[in-house]
């Protein structure tokens, strides 16, 4: 049976996904910013699923907390087969341009506090020789753009630290998935307008489910961002610059 | 600014939109004059469930299932639980909802909100009759529990309270068991309204679950011809097999001639005629029977961009058939056919809600293709009826009733009023109690 710990556990996909988990039997340990939120999906778990989850209220931002969290997790479930990470926070990025400690904070949240459970996780799993980490990046790391770059710095951080990850990771027999999704329709991006691009977060989970049984690569959801980002990467930076993105 | 629509489509509002996943979140912090609705799965079909000008709290997220006791049957959930979530998780454990609307895509804080009824009203009464308790979040920030015995006087102004009381985090209310997952079915040709009346009333007696649909372009001796269904739950134990997502869609809005006089009377008639005996016998899995328009997303579009109306009303047995044979003649002189036309006389357990709308008499349902003042002119023709029989008419599907229809069918909406959140309001309230959107 699978043990898996979900950090940022309160998101819409990470919600979707803890469902999905319990569903198949995984026994599951939640890390989260709100113990209340937590609460209430621990007891819808247990209600849909007949599951008793563990669950733990943790400040991202305080690094100290993030190795010992890991531990804690790994000795409730009798170690570890798949940790995910899935907290991150959509700035706003005039509001960033402005003041550079809300840039700083956007990075320790995007980016820092990530790699920093990652490390962690990477030495535990590289030491057991088996295992799957998660991480959800996003499309918005692929290029820089005006309207979200300080978003997507963090992002790009996150996906070439898990790039080395993995490689540093395969003799071992450790996959590393970096999650790059697209819109998705989540309280994250309730304030956009719903194109035909939003995905559900089930699309994406059922995307994500299916790379914990098996991938280990970048994993890019609803499956046409790949080619979206193509085309945008391989737009030459003389012309990129003019455009309005 | 957001434009949503309600399942009738009609009318078209614009309003902001805002998230509400938490039954643990704070409201928002209204901006000065900022007016507040709750928003499930807008399936109700008027203005019910719109805001014009103002703000809907989308509760679709909040959709947890909090406990529930497999010994008694109590769940509690989020108010924004859907039906169909419901019964996907209920009916393998051998449960039932206690009633249903014709849809299950409504959520838990809708179906109390509306206080909704189904097939078995004259059985089981109202959907409020079996919520326990809930939990209403005011605009104060204060969070009450609300029961018979806590709060009772918001517990009744609540269920059926449109969503004016404030925002129903979570519902606990009280599930039926179930042996089987199939209904047993009985569709009895009806000829006329007195052979309706006659069938309905013995149906009653042996049946949960009994509602007709009637060919209201049928007229003379055959007015009121139609098909009775009556069910009962299957006794003997079978599968308790759920029921699929829809998979058929109805992805373009139709040009509006597609529904016209001739294709409803080729449907009516065929529909009727399909029948050889006076009794069929069938065993029917639940979804079809309680939910036969599930199978198609997005059925409303049939109906094409303006939308249609429902119109329905009840009026008490008192009254006799005069009324319901008066508004079929006059519907089949306007021409305007009604694709949809369900009857179902009302029992008389009393629901808890103030202003709950099923109350002992007949109901019926129409469905109307909006033809702008065409068909306002027939409303005023039925209202005439309605009003005289001392009819009221459902507000989870009214968009049109005059502020005098619903102050005289509703007295005790001034003592109502009283129970309002001040910073909530909706399109419909403003509408029939003439008042002016705070801006």
């Known amino acids: ?174 996959r590393v998935v970096t999650v790059k999704p697209g819109f998705v329709d989540t309280p994250m991006t309730a304030h956009l307008k719903k194109g035909l691009l939003m995905a559900s977060p089930e699309t994406v989970v059922r995307d994500i489910l299916r790379a914990a049984e098996s991938g280990n690569c970048e994993l890019y959801t609803p499956w046409f961002w790949r080619w979206i980002m193509l085309v945008i990467k391989v737009i030459p930076e003389r012309i990129f610059v003019r455009l309005k993105l | 600014m957001n434009h949503l629509e309600s399942w009738g489509r009609y009318p078209k509002t614009t309003q902001n939109v805002r998230q509400v996943r938490w039954s643990s979140d704070t409201l928002p912090n209204a901006r000065e004059g900022e007016l507040f609705l709750p928003f499930g799965l807008g399936r109700s079909y008027g203005d019910g469930c719109l805001n014009d000008g103002g703000t809907l709290l989308a509760t679709r997220a909040m959709n947890r299932f909090l406990d529930f006791d497999p010994g008694t049957g109590i769940l509690r959930c989020e108010a924004g639980a859907s039906l169909d979530a419901i019964l996907q998780f209920a009916v393998p454990e051998g449960w039932f909802l206690p009633t249903t609307p014709g849809t299950k895509f409504v959520t838990v804080g809708g179906a109390v909100a509306n206080d909704v009824h189904g097939k078995n009203h004259h059985r089981a009464g109202t959907f409020g009759c079996h919520v326990k308790r809930f939990e209403l979040l ?161 059925w409303n579009r049939i109906y094409g961009r303006r939308g249609f109306f429902q119109y329905q009303f009840t009026i008490p047995f008192s009254s006799n058939a005069g009324a319901i044979r008066e508004v079929f003649e006059r519907i089949a002189k306007s021409g305007q056919g009604s694709f949809l036309a369900v009857l179902k006389t009302f029992g008389d357990i009393p629901s808890p809600g103030m202003l709950s709308y099923p109350s002992p008499g007949i109901t019926l349902a129409l469905d109307f293709s909006n033809k702008g003042e065409r068909t306002f002119k027939l409303f005023e023709q039925l209202n005439s009826v309605v009003m005289e029989a001392g009819g009221r008419y459902y507000p989870a599907k009214d968009a049109w009733m005059p502020p005098e229809a619903f102050a005289r069918s509703y007295p005790n909406w001034e003592q109502f009023q009283a129970f309002i959140d001040p910073s909530f309001s909706s399109s419909f309230w403003r509408r029939v109690t003439r008042a002016e959107a705070k801006r």
């Open chain 2, 138 to 298: 005011r605009s104060d920030g204060r969070r009450l529990v609300c029961s018979p015995t806590e709060n009772p006087q918001l517990f009744a102004a609540t269920i059926g309270g449109l969503g004016l009381t404030g925002l129903i985090t979570w519902v606990e209310f009280a599930l039926r068991p179930i042996a089987s997952a199939m209904i047993d079915v009985e569709s009895v040709k009806i000829r006329n309204l007195d052979d309706f009346f006659e069938v309905s009333d013995e149906s009653d007696k042996a049946f949960e679950y009994t509602v007709a649909w009637v060919d209201c372009l049928a007229r003379g001796t055959a007015l009121g011809r139609g098909i009775l269904m009556r069910g009962n739950h299957a006794k003997e134990a079978g599968e308790l097999r759920t029921h699929r997502q829809p998979r058929l869609n109805v992805p373009l809005d139709f040009p509006s001639l597609a529904l016209n006089h001739l294709s409803v009377q080729a449907f009516n008639t065929l529909y009727y005629g399909r029948l050889k005996q006076r009794v069929t016998r069938a065993v029917k899995h639940y979804d079809p029977f309680f939910y036969p328009l599930d199978a198609v997303n997005h």
């Open chain 1, 1 to 174: 049976m699978k043990r898996a710990l979900i950090i940022g556990a309160t998101s819409a996909i990470a919600e979707s996904l803890a469902g999905q988990l319990a569903k198949a039997g995984a026994s599951l340990f939640l890390a989260g910013r709100s113990a209340e939120k937590l609460e209430l999906i621990a007891r819808d778990l247990k209600v849909r699923h007949g599951v008793e989850v563990e669950i733990a209220a943790i400040d991202f931002d305080d690094f100290d907390q993030h190795a010992p969290l890991i531990d804690r997790a790994a000795e409730r479930l009798g170690g570890l087969d798949l940790a995910v990470i899935c907290h991150g926070s959509l700035p706003d990025q005039k509001a960033c341009e402005r003041d550079w400690r809300l840039t700083e904070a956007e990075f320790r949240v995007n980016c820092l506090s990530a790699i920093s459970f990652l490390g962690h996780l990477a030495n535990r799993f590289e030491q057991q020789r088996a295992g799957c980490l998660i991480a959800i990046s996003s499309v918005a790391g692929d290029r820089g753009r005006q309207s979200n770059y300080v978003y997507g710095a963090a992002k790009a951080g996150l996906s070439a630290f898990l790039q080395g990850l993995r490689n540093r990771l395969y003799p071992a027999g450790v």
